[in-house]
């Protein structure tokens, strides 16, 4: 597959997986954390500029960002707040991150704390899909580990300015995944 091709098409994807978590909120399915969606949309947008700085930007996290937006919004109408240590967490990640960038210029170092605070950040979706994988859609974590599938293979260079954020991507929605599609079933 041309790698320009798979990074469009993992970027779409990306986008439409969250169309059904959209509809489960205003189904009032879902009542999304508005605190965590600011978290995770701030932290996308600090892995775009980085990834920007460092010539690596892909569609993934474009896609990414614009449905974490959409997604904020719709948490801040729909949701509840709730600020928990993986929050804190997430936000210190961000903000070293960002510290980080500052203080020694490296864009690079930005894109690690980015990607560390969104694994860290994942762990309470892990253990909610671990105990109770009704409450995720399906379709939605399909829909995203597809576009990491098309990620990987837009990779242009194998370093850590292009890789690491759709290596991680794909880790989480790896674990999602397994977590609410596989593992029910067994």
């Keep these: 597959m041309n790698k320009a091709i798979a990074d469009r098409v993992s970027g779409v994807l ?79 990640g961000a903000v070293a991150g960002i510290i980080l960038w500052q203080r020694t210029g490296n ?10 605070a969104i694994l860290i950040g994942a762990i309470p979706t892990f253990a909610g899909a671990y105990s109770n994988p009704a409450q995720e859609n399906p379709i939605a974590w399909l829909i995203w580990f597809s576009s990491c599938i098309c990620a990987l293979f837009a990779i242009r260079k194998w370093d850590l300015a292009n890789a690491l954020q759709p290596l991680t991507f794909t880790i989480v929605e790896g674990v999602m995944v397994f977590l609410v599609v596989i593992r029910p079933h067994f």
């Design 14 to 92: 990306f986008f439409l997986a969250f169309v059904p978590y959209i509809l489960t909120i205003l189904n009032g399915l879902t009542q999304p954390s508005p605190i965590s969606w600011a978290i995770w949309g701030s932290v996308d947008v600090l892995t775009l500029v980085a990834m920007k700085k460092k010539n690596a930007l892909n569609s993934q996290i474009i896609g990414a960002l614009a449905g974490a937006s959409v997604t904020t919004l719709l948490a801040v109408v729909y949701g509840k707040p709730t600020m928990g240590s993986i929050e804190w967490v997430s936000i210190v």
């Design 107 to 116: 864009a690079l170092l930005a894109i690690i704390s980015s990607q560390a």
